[in-house]
């Protein structure tokens, strides 16, 4: 059964500084990874998503790596801003015969505070 | 069409009652997912409906729970005789029909609060 984590649960960061988010999973038959962004009592925001076949994606100061082999995938924010406070989920889609559907499997997310 | 769209965003119902949500996908996908989240948790699957066809159900799934997706457009979730620790936000996620590996897009929730 897929497990995905997320370290460190908390994080916070002086406005101007990059993010380093980790997302790490244990099993590598994915078909892709999500990442998304979710701001207090709000739903899912995409941001970015890997295919399993992709070392890497980017949008404009986001860049997300996935490396299948050791199950980790980073999501790097570039010159952070207070805008940038919210919870950033990863969620892994899997290969396995019983998870055709295309359901998530969900990290429980990094609570994100960048301080002015 | 500017995404998913679920409604109410809020309820607060009493313990025992039946409630009902809402799910409007975006137009041209037919994938349609449930998610349950607690709070400091990510979210976790309920169900999964291809046009109206109930495809998978989590063990998250009690009988108590029922989802439903007439004509393959809009999705109803209803619970009912609610109890204090279905209070979660319920989260609606579409999918394109097109390949494997497509985007997931998610509503703005329902946060049901039971007391």
């Known amino acids: 059964k897929q497990e995905v984590t997320q370290i460190p649960a908390a994080l916070s960061v002086p406005e101007g500084e990059n993010l380093v988010l980790n997302c790490s999973f244990t099993?590598?038959?994915?078909?892709?990874l999500q990442w998304f962004r979710q701001d207090p009592g709000k739903g899912l925001t995409s941001l970015l998503l890997i295919q399993s076949s992709q070392r890497e994606q980017t949008s404009g100061r986001l860049n997300a790596s996935l490396d299948k082999s050791s199950g980790r995938s980073t999501l790097y924010i570039a010159a952070s801003q207070p805008g940038d406070s919210a919870t950033y989920l990863c969620?892994?889609?899997?290969?396995?015969?019983?998870?055709?559907?295309?359901?998530?499997?969900f990290g429980a997310g990094t609570q994100v505070v960048v301080t002015p | 069409d500017t995404g998913v769209s679920q409604n109410p965003r809020h309820k607060i119902t009493k313990r025992g009652q039946n409630v009902t949500f809402r799910c409007d996908p975006i137009?041209?996908?037919?994938?349609l997912y449930w998610y349950r989240q607690t709070l400091g948790q990510g979210p976790e699957f309920l169900t999964y409906?291809?046009?109206?066809?109930?495809?998978?159900k989590s063990r998250l799934l009690s009988d108590r729970f029922s989802a439903e997706r007439p004509k393959g457009s809009f999705s109803t979730l209803e619970i009912q005789r609610t109890e204090q620790g279905d209070s979660a936000m319920y989260l609606c996620a579409s999918r394109a029909r097109q390949g494997g590996n497509t985007e997931a897009f998610f509503g703005q929730g329902t946060r049901l609060t039971v007391v």
């Open positions: 969620a892994a889609k899997n290969r396995g015969a019983t998870d055709s559907w295309g359901k998530l499997q």
């Open positions: 099993d590598s038959a994915i078909y892709n």
């Open positions: 137009s041209e996908h037919n994938r």
């Open positions: 409906f291809q046009n109206e066809a109930q495809l998978e």
